[in-house]
């Protein structure tokens, strides 16, 4: 069974950077695409970014788009998003996500699998 572990988030000021990291275990997850969501309290889960099983296919959300950037790391089995000029409302709880499929997409009902979450909080 695939699991996923996400680690990195932590407070940090308006202007800051963090880079969070998705660890994966179990299934063929080089083939997979993956996917970052957040979720703010009283807020539905909104996608982040997403990239596919190559590493040549991404796609970012409007909101983070020139200042977040999703790579993936094959020989670890790790996914990262680094995340700069963060804003509070990028204020959320992160989660790292994994489709059966090699090509990526932004819809929260494609992904199979998801990691715990980590929180992140950027204070103004």
């Known amino acids: 069974q695939v699991q996923l572990v996400e680690s990195g988030g932590g407070l940090v000021q308006t202007g800051g950077s963090l880079r969070l990291s998705c660890a994966a275990s179990?299934?063929?997850?080089?083939?997979?695409?993956m996917g970052w969501f957040r979720q703010a309290p009283g807020k539905e889960r909104e996608f982040v970014a997403a990239?596919?099983?190559?590493?040549?296919?991404?796609y970012y959300a409007d909101s983070v788009k020139g200042r977040f950037s999703i790579s993936r790391e094959k020989g670890k089995n790790t996914v990262y998003l680094q995340m700069n000029s963060l804003k509070p409302e990028d204020t959320a709880v992160y989660y790292c996500?994994?489709?059966?499929?090699?090509?990526?997409?932004?819809?929260?009902?494609?992904?199979?699998?998801w990691g715990q979450g980590t929180q992140v909080t950027v204070s103004s």
């Open positions: 179990g299934g063929t997850f080089s083939s997979y695409a």
């Open positions: 996500a994994a489709r059966r499929d090699s090509l990526p997409n932004p819809y929260i009902s494609e992904y199979d699998y």
């Open positions: 990239i596919g099983w190559s590493g040549g296919s991404i």
